[in-house]
């Protein structure tokens, strides 16, 4: 069944050939290119340009560069969770093909950026807090969770037949993971304890000025370039999955 | 016209990406019995777990008794009559002993029968008290067929037998008894819905069903004079809390399984941490002693393995009435660890805590078992890496032990 509730994406990914028109290969690649090369400059102004912060207000200043990786990282994530979920529930509620490949373009970006924030807030906690991890951080767990969730969609799915049980199976755990996705930004609220809290809509202690802020926009729209690069390139990866499939079946009725 | 005792209507099915079954209606009234012998692959099999709710359906509805069984939205009820049931694999699991799997059957459908008489007909009266696994292909295939047969033969109510190729691997003369069977259990007022390959029964189906189309027998024999005179009686108890029970008794899996994982646990534990260090007042204390526990159930309930096998776990699914568990196992072993523990640092046994040691290890048990049974319908359930979920359980467990220390529990 074919939603064209979303024509711009559904024309990139669907046009012409499963497989894309080389036009649009170049466009998800383009995209994709965009990203890196905006999340390489942020990572060079981080460690070149940024000011450094109060050696009052850290414990390890140096370390906190981390956070023009690690706040732009987290952002894209959540976006990715935003399309797994999306995802999953087009499919689960109405059997788009749409749908399907949102949920399994958003699980690898998901777990790709995931694994990203987490990774990097455990080199930052390691110098800032004397720990990686903190179990009784609501949040940091929460997080952790999702990108586990990621995982499970990820490596469950590439060991299953794709298949209506398949899908079924795997867009209900990500309807129920989504569920984790307002906890943890509520958490962030209600019991932080080491985390600092939300940057992005966090109201005035959240706020930043300056050069730092400029640096964190230009992460936050790179790590958000390179997910939407990254989701339209795992679409169209799907596209090809399914046509070999529809070849195979085909050939085995023959 | 009586009204349909088992009816598909317009049920569409979608198994991997295509669609096996496209709308097939068929209503089934008391007294019939509709033969499917399409070739391999046209669906059958496919019908006959539509027919008892297992699947979930693209489009339409099946209806046992007028009442809505599970239709194209999910909804899915319990029927208010059981049926019997026997699967193209079998459905009955290894550790069972012969007896034990019909008795099974039976208490599901409410009431019992002298089994015995059966297992002498179809000659496993000898085998009565065997594992259900030291039986051939030929005598386990016996076995699941009686226990999709026996319901039928349960009070006076008219049922829904569903059977999938009962006759596979049957020798002749069991072939000859069963059609005489079921010439008893179609006078009796059952509705069947059988499909086979073998040649026998088409003398006793009433009607035939081809692709999507049912149309009456003109090879039908009437056979009035086939009467049984069988006595039940009513009989209510849980089979499933009594399957689970004995199947732990037998294969000691919860031990095996859970339990090794919370002694390693707790071995660890005190290999590594000072005893005399622990403060019984500190939040460390009480999930320290509770950590055995806790890994014991992260193993989850080993019982949903052990009823994959010969798809025993879809026979009980089926049925709406429970699927074998290990609580009792778990409550037992999780409160037991938490004694060994807090023994093991030397400290005072403390009652609540051995009851919150055993919850603990029944509510992880039953998380994981949930996200276990939820993926059971996939092509490779074992490979669905469930147990990357698990840390999803620390918060909880987090919660708890932070609670038994703000309340002083210990």
């Known amino acids: 069944m074919d939603y064209r509730f979303w024509p711009v994406v559904n024309a990139i990914i669907e046009s012409k050939r499963f497989g894309g028109t080389s036009m649009t290969k170049r466009l998800a690649e383009a995209i994709l290119l965009l990203g890196f090369i905006g999340i390489g400059t942020t990572l060079g102004l981080a460690f070149l340009k940024a000011p450094s912060v109060s050696i009052n207000a850290f414990e390890s200043p140096d370390a906190q560069r981390i956070f023009y990786w690690h706040v732009p990282a987290a952002w894209s994530a959540f976006i990715a969770f935003g399309f797994l979920f999306v995802g999953s529930a087009l499919w689960f509620f109405r059997r788009s093909d749409l749908g399907w490949k949102m949920h399994v373009a958003g699980a690898q970006a998901g777990l790709a950026t995931g694994l990203m924030t987490v990774w990097s807030g455990m080199v930052w906690g390691s110098a800032e807090w004397g720990v990686p991890w903190d179990w009784t951080d609501v949040r940091l767990n929460t997080f952790g969770l999702l990108t586990f969730l990621a995982m499970f969609l990820v490596l469950g799915r590439q060991a299953q037949i794709d298949g209506v049980e398949t899908r ?87 | 016209m009586s009204e349909a005792l088992l009816s598909l209507n317009g049920v569409s099915v979608r198994r991997g990406s295509s669609m096996v079954l496209n709308d097939v209606s068929l209503d089934l009234t008391s007294g019939q019995l509709a033969l499917l012998k399409d070739r391999n692959g046209a669906g059958k099999s496919t019908i006959i777990e539509v027919a008892s709710g297992l699947l979930p359906l693209e489009k339409g509805e099946v209806l046992h008794n007028g009442e809505v069984l599970i239709d194209a939205t999910g909804r899915s009820k319990r029927p208010k009559s059981a049926f019997g049931l026997t699967l193209q694999s079998d459905g009955c699991v290894g550790s069972l002993r012969v007896e034990e799997h019909l008795l099974n059957a039976l208490d599901l459908s ?118 049984d005179n069988m006595k039940s009686s009513s009989h209510k108890n849980n089979p499933a809390f009594r399957t689970g029970f004995l199947l732990n008794q037998r294969t000691l899996s919860t031990v095996a399984s859970n339990g090794i994982a919370g002694f390693l ?30 890994a014991a159930g992260l193993v989850g309930d080993n019982m949903v393995s052990m009823l994959h096998e010969h798809r025993a776990l879809d026979w009980w699914k089926a049925h709406r009435q429970g699927i074998p568990n290990s609580y009792i196992h778990g409550l037992l ?28 290890t029944i509510s992880t048990m039953v998380m994981v078992r949930w996200m276990d049974l939820a993926t059971s319908r996939l092509a490779r359930p074992r490979a669905a890496y469930t147990r990357i979920l698990t840390p999803i359980l620390i918060l909880p467990f987090a919660l708890l032990v932070q609670w038994i220390t703000d309340s002083g529990l210990l």
């Open chain 2, 333 to 360: 072993l999780g409160s037991g660890l938490t004694a060994l523990t807090q023994l093991g640092f030397d400290v005072a046994i403390s009652w609540p805590l051995l009851a919150i040691g055993g919850l603990l």
């Open chain 2, 110 to 227: 409410g009431g019992r029968v002298d089994v015995d008489p059966w297992l002498e007909r179809y000659n496993l009266a000898h085998r009565k008290h065997d594992l259900i696994a030291h039986l051939s292909g030929g005598q386990r295939r016996k076995v699941a067929m009686l226990a999709g047969m026996l319901p039928g033969f349960v009070g006076q109510v008219p049922r829904i037998l569903l059977l999938d190729e009962p006759a596979a691997g049957l020798d002749a003369a069991s072939r000859t008894l069963l059609v005489e069977d079921l010439h008893k259990l179609r006078n009796r007022g059952n509705a069947i819905l059988l499909a086979s390959h073998h040649a026998d029964f088409t003398a006793c189906a009433t009607h035939l069903l081809t692709g999507n189309t049912m149309e009456t027998n003109e090879a039908f024999e009437e056979s009035k004079g086939v009467t």
């Open chain 1, 168 to 254: 079924d199976t795997f867009s209900t755990f990500g309807l129920f993971g989504f569920v984790l996705v307002p906890v943890t930004y509520v958490a962030t609220r209600l019991w932080q304890i080491r985390h600092p809290g939300p940057v992005i809509g966090g109201g005035e202690s959240g706020s930043l000025n300056g050069e730092m802020a400029l640096i964190l926009l230009l992460g936050a729209i790179s790590f958000t370039v390179f997910i939407f690069g990254h989701v339209l390139m795992s679409m169209r990866i799907t596209s090809l999955e399914q046509r070999l499939e529809r070849i195979q079946e085909a050939k085995d009725e023959a």
């Open chain 2, 265 to 294: 646990t707790l071995g660890i534990l005190l290999a590594l941490v000072d005893a005399s260090a622990v403060d019984s007042s500190l939040m460390q204390a009480s999930g320290l002693f509770l950590s055995a526990a806790f």
